[in-house]
């Protein structure tokens, strides 16, 4: 039986949820830069990774769909897309890529359904590949997230409010 211990209260990474793919990809211009390592996890045919791709340093695209990722490269010939499983953490630590943001997109793992799992592999990538930021695409995540008031920590000031506003009005 898994036995929970303080280990995983010391992960550093922000985790971003986003509701659908628009706001999956506009997270892109705001956090991504030209330091950034970053991997898709199901990164289909590479739409978000080709986007990921013009900001980044590097990016890895990765698919469980051998089809998709066939279809991928004959899209994107420049990209560097694999087939790997989500969930085969063995392989994700064998790519042995330092990575800075991981971006996360499953099908099946978006809705309130599958809201256990995907907490508990955010926890693993974070865990494993120590990322500074995480952005995953799950409207379930996000209603969470916004239900979630960390007890004892202040809410948002006024300033960081109008930070947020003023970056949303440059999109
Ligand atoms: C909504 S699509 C991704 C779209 C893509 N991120 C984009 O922005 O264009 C979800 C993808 O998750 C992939 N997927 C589902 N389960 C997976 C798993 N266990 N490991 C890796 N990819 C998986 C599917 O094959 C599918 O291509």
Known sequence: MAVTNDSQYKIASKIVATRG??????????????????????????????????RAAHVLGTDISAVCIERGLADHPNLDLRVLDAFDLNAVLRLNLRVTKVYMDLSGLSGYRGLLDLIALINNYATLLRPDTIVVKSGALKHFAQLCQPWGVPRRTPRQEEADATLRGRR
Not at 27 to 39: P, S
């Open 21 to 54: 793919v628009r706001e999956y990809r506009a997270t892109i211009e705001d956090l991504v830069t030209d330091q950034d390592i970053v991997l898709e996890i199901g990164c289909e045919w590479g739409t978000t990774t080709e986007l990921l791709a013009e």
